[in-house]
């Protein structure tokens, strides 16, 4: 018996599809928002008592800034190294290696005593996000069909970014409740213990899907639109060629990832200088944190309309006109006043977020090869996160040298308008039904 036949009689029993996984597709979706939880401890407390809690100097921009970078740094490393690491060890490990990296986080806010302790707990916490949010991604794609993948990736960051937002509300009245330290050390163990015990004894390893669905294409009987995938990538590509492909040699790609990397230049404001910004406004914590959370529930609710909409639509059109209305809504924040018009600005920021963040990550898979899929998802990834810190840096730079924390909101809006117009002269439909190969 061939290899090749070996490999699909070892797959063949592997099918594809939401309902026919659903049981493993729901554990999924519980891990990945448990991961959002996991981040979301971390974005409305924690800036906001920056100074008065953790001994950052007033108006220090750069300081204040440094935590998100390093996690952007760490993160978009990670995705790289996960991406390529999950073909190799499984995506079950590389998940569980990602839970077990955060431990440590709840108890290192609950001691620091100085702010290169969040720092370093924001590290960890890259570790934890580059592993398990880009497991939960990869493992669905790995069990869904190409034609749920615009829904299955809306349903992942739905769950993920409710997640991000339900644990910034619900940390800012513990923080008032218990302290700022205790109330996220309880939170977090309680999420972190939980997705460990839930990864160990539920969650299956999806790699198996993959193989099947790569030894269908080999025989020649995968059924559907064929993609237009990237041409003259070997069977087997090495590390380099993933990273050529996807940073330059396919100029659709490349439109992508720096589509990826730009819009998170708007999570890093979010995260940090929207909190500041509204407390300096005199807004209460836990309005800050509904401010927020608005922004979180926008995006992660509006994914389970744009994401099935690119399955019908396609993805290049939502994509620009998400990067487009996502700045729009980062520019409004400076033109109003008061807790409702910061609301409105964060929803039409969230809502654009919904249109391009799974869309853009659908629009990679619909063209990468399920034999490399994994490793096209984490440079995607890599770059997409790298954003964190290269914004971060950015905003910091702006508002330090420019005196006015303000002058972070224009940067990441013409930045977004910018990028936007680079996507849609460099990029294309990806959907295979749309713009099928020939």
Request: hydrophobic share 50%; glycine share 12%; with cysteine.
């Amino acid at each position: 018996m061939s290899e090749f036949s070996e490999a699909r009689h070892e797959y063949q029993d592997y099918l594809h599809g939401i309902r026919h996984n659903l049981a493993q597709f729901t554990f999924q979706l519980l891990q990945v928002l448990m991961v959002g939880l996991t981040l979301g401890m971390m974005r409305t407390v924690v800036p906001a008592l920056a100074s008065s809690e953790f001994g950052v100097p007033k108006g220090s921009f750069m300081l204040l800034i440094a935590f998100v970078v390093a996690f952007g740094f760490v993160k978009g490393t990670l995705n790289f190294v996960a991406g390529r690491l999950s073909e190799q060890i499984g995506r079950k490990k590389v998940l569980m290696l990602g839970w077990l990296s955060a431990i440590p986080i709840p108890f290192m806010i609950m001691y620091a005593p100085s702010w290169g302790w969040i720092v370093a707990a924001t590290v960890l916490l890259g570790v934890n996000q580059g592993f398990a949010w880009s497991m939960t991604q990869t493992s669905k794609l790995d069990i869904t069909r190409p034609d749920q993948r615009g829904l299955t990736i809306g349903l992942n960051e739905f769950a993920g970014y409710v997640g991000v937002a339900i644990a910034g509300i619900v940390t800012a009245y513990m923080a008032t409740a218990f302290g700022a330290r205790q109330g996220l050390l309880i939170f977090g163990l309680i999420v972190i213990v939980s997705a460990l015990v839930l990864t160990q004894f539920f969650v299956r390893e999806t790699l198996p899907w993959a193989k099947a669905e790569g030894a269908r294409h080999a025989a020649g009987k995968a059924t559907g639109p064929i993609p237009r995938y990237p041409v003259h990538v070997p069977a087997k590509p090495t590390t380099w060629d993933m990273f050529a492909l996807m940073t330059w040699r396919d100029r659709r790609m490349a439109a992508l990832c720096q589509a990826g990397l730009v819009e998170k230049f708007v999570d890093a404001l979010v995260w940090v200088f929207y909190p500041v910004f509204l407390y300096q406004q005199g807004i209460s914590l836990p309005n800050i944190g509904w401010i927020i959370g608005v922004y979180g529930f926008v995006w992660g609710g509006s994914q389970l309309f744009t994401g099935k909409l690119s399955d019908r639509i396609g993805r290049h059109r939502p994509n620009v006109w998400g990067m487009w209305i996502c700045g729009a809504g980062v520019a409004m924040m400076l033109l109003g006043q008061g807790v409702a018009w910061w609301m409105l600005s964060a929803a039409v920021s969230g809502f654009g977020m919904a249109l391009l963040y799974p869309n853009l990550s659908a629009a990679v898979a619909d063209i990468s090869h399920p034999n490399w899929r994994g490793s096209a998802i984490g440079i995607y990834r890599f770059w997409r996160d790298l954003g964190y810190g290269i914004g971060g840096l950015g905003l910091g730079m702006v508002a330090h040298f420019s005196g006015q924390m303000e002058a972070a909101f224009w940067f990441v809006a013409l930045s977004m308008f910018a990028s936007g117009g680079l996507l849609w002269l460099l990029g294309e439909e990806t959907h295979p039904r749309l713009n099928p190969a020939h």
